[in-house]
């Protein structure tokens, strides 16, 4: 007798679990057939094609096609042409060489690379709530705790710093900051981010800077890249051509060591190194044409596309202070809006899921609940769909709020 077939799926990819996909995609319900879909969740730029990339970097794309250094494998930490075009383009934030950079496959792989060279198995790592759920998928399949420290709404989704320094522990391996923020939209200043790094070098934590949002500023806010005005925390600065020149699919970012004091040492930078044997390097296409990319797109392509995101801004804020029942909160940055759901207000809803699921069925607007960012009772709305649609989906929300909210004769 044979022994019977017994093939398992390891235990590392059975805890990875990615919450937006759980909880979104085993939604039940159909949208109304009589309303076209519009979805306010895809948190992708490109996917309504009213925004396009710069054509400097198209066009260093077209040229790279044809060198046949393009097709080659490179070395698995990036070619040096491109890395040196990555360290010059962030010279203004402090030196940092060739040598300090790695190129990623996306600024996703740059999270990987940073959780898993800094924390070991049982340790912790602390990351903000709401935040973005891909540290939760990277950390917890590799055993790795993941600890909340509060954002607050009321204060523009500060860093409630109490709350941060009562996380730290023994075992407590690095220090996540997400700026500007998905899902908040939030910006923060130079003192926040020095009272941050006040926290991180009294309890020696490492910092992991998620600043894929950095050229995604509105309103007069400025955006600060923590490195620059880190003098002793070491800082994995995690970021790429993903959001800001508008090509998440061309999977290009990368990794920045900016470490004044070389606290890191060879230590942490041969881990890196080692990591990167993994996956071979990232696409080397887009690599190649990263120097005329990173030295010929002008400030204008950015300024135009903050100046859509802006007024996007001011129009769902707007539209949805007048549905009742919510409360949005007017983002600083990024490409989000967050907007409470006074659950109180709608009594036939559970929860804020229920309430998503049947607008969804109703209006044929999908939102992503808060859960899925470890924050309930709120919503995520994406603000770079074209402007008609993010109006008709406004109106369709308020509709919406109104036919549900709590009737004054139902209060008993
Ligand atoms: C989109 C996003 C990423 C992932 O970027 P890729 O370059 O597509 O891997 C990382 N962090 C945040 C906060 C994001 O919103």
């Given at each position: ?9 390891s235990?590392?990819?059975?805890n ?5 996909r759980?909880?979104?995609e ?41 060198e ?112 500007p ?21 009294k ?35 995690c ?7 508008l ?74 202070s ?36 049947r ?54």
């Amino acid at each position: 007798m044979n022994k019977p077939w017994s093939i398992r799926a390891s235990t590392m990819s059975r805890n990875t679990q990615n919450l937006i996909r759980n909880i979104v995609e085993k939604i039940q319900v159909k949208p109304n057939p009589n309303k076209n879909f519009i979805p306010l969740s895809i948190g992708d730029p490109t996917a309504f094609g009213n925004l396009t990339p710069p054509e400097e970097l198209l066009q260093a794309v077209r040229n790279s096609l044809d060198e046949n250094e393009s097709r080659c494998y490179g070395l698995t930490n990036g070619a040096l042409v491109a890395r040196q075009a990555v360290a010059e383009y962030y010279a203004h934030q402090g030196q940092v060489s060739a040598d300090d950079v790695i190129l990623c496959n996306g600024c996703a792989q740059a999270l990987d690379l940073a959780i898993t060279v800094l924390a070991e198995p049982g340790q912790n790592i602390l990351v903000p709530r709401p935040g973005y759920m891909l540290y939760r998928t990277i950390a917890e399949g590799l055993g790795i705790v993941i600890k909340h420290y509060n954002l607050l709404p009321e204060k523009n989704w500060e860093v409630d710093l109490k709350n941060l320094e009562d996380q730290i522990d023994d075992k407590t391996a690095a220090l996540i900051v997400l700026n500007p923020s998905n899902p908040c939209g939030s910006v923060y200043t130079k003192e926040h981010l020095r009272d941050i790094l006040r926290i991180s070098a009294k309890h020696r934590l490492p910092i992991i800077a998620d600043e894929i949002y950095e050229k995604f500023v509105i309103f007069d806010n400025k955006f600060t890249s923590l490195a620059s005005i880190s003098k002793d925390v070491p800082i994995l600065v995690c970021s790429g051509l993903t959001k800001g020149f508008l090509v998440p699919g061309w999977r290009m970012g990368w990794l920045v060591i900016h470490d004044r004091q070389d606290i890191f040492s060879k230590d942490i930078r041969d881990g890196l190194r080692n990591l990167t044997g993994r996956l071979l390097g990232p696409n080397k296409l887009i690599q190649m044409a990263l120097s005329k990319t990173l030295t010929t797109v002008p400030q204008s392509f950015f300024d135009s596309v903050m100046s859509f995101i802006e007024s996007q801004a001011k129009l769902a804020y707007k539209e949805l202070s007048h549905a009742p029942g919510l409360r949005p909160i007017l983002p600083q940055g990024a490409m989000y809006m967050m907007i409470e759901i006074k659950m109180s207000m709608f009594p036939v809803f559970r929860d804020e899921l229920e309430f998503i699921e049947r607008m969804y069925s109703e209006q044929s607007i999908l939102c992503i609940p808060g859960q899925c960012f470890d924050f309930p009772n709120f919503m995520r709305i994406v603000l770079t769909v074209p402007e008609h649609i993010l109006r008709e989906a406004c109106a369709r929300i308020q509709q919406f709020c109104r036919d549900h909210i709590m009737q004054e004769n139902n209060i008993n």
